[in-house]
């Protein structure tokens, strides 16, 4: 399975940015979608979840601000983020995996598969 992220850029504080992220390979693989983030200097944190193509998971930092949403013909997921914060700024990652438990669906060790990153700077 290969991902390719893309959307990322620099916007004002306030602003909006959509991620993308293009999944390729076995449509299993793809089942659970995923997008974590790492800030500088700091680890990686879950962001958004679609678990079993249907299930809806957010961090409490971006409820109400952030949408994840799926095309499942495209095997894309896209993550709409509004609102943005400097505290959004960092590398933005979309991961996928076929057998992530709902216990483990914000855990970055239960995917199989990262796509690239791709960099979002929030300016203040």
């Known amino acids: 399975v290969q991902l390719q992220a893309s959307g990322g850029g620099l916007v004002q504080a306030g602003g909006s940015l959509r991620l993308s992220c293009a999944a390729s390979?076995?449509?299993?693989?793809?089942?659970?979608m995923a997008w974590f983030r790492q800030a500088p200097g700091k680890e990686r944190e879950f962001v958004s979840a679609l678990w079993r193509r249907t299930s809806i998971y957010y961090a409490d930092s971006v409820k109400g601000r952030f949408t994840i949403s799926r095309d499942n013909a495209k095997n894309t997921v896209y993550l709409q983020m509004n609102s943005l914060n400097p505290e959004d700024t960092g590398v933005y990652y979309c991961?996928?995996?076929?057998?992530?438990?709902?216990?483990?669906?914000?855990?970055?060790?239960?995917?199989?598969?990262w796509g690239q990153g791709t960099q979002v700077t929030v300016s203040s």
């Open positions: 991961a996928v995996g076929g057998g992530v438990i709902l216990s483990s669906v914000r855990l970055d060790r239960a995917y199989d598969y």
């Open positions: 390979g076995r449509s299993f693989s793809t089942t659970n």
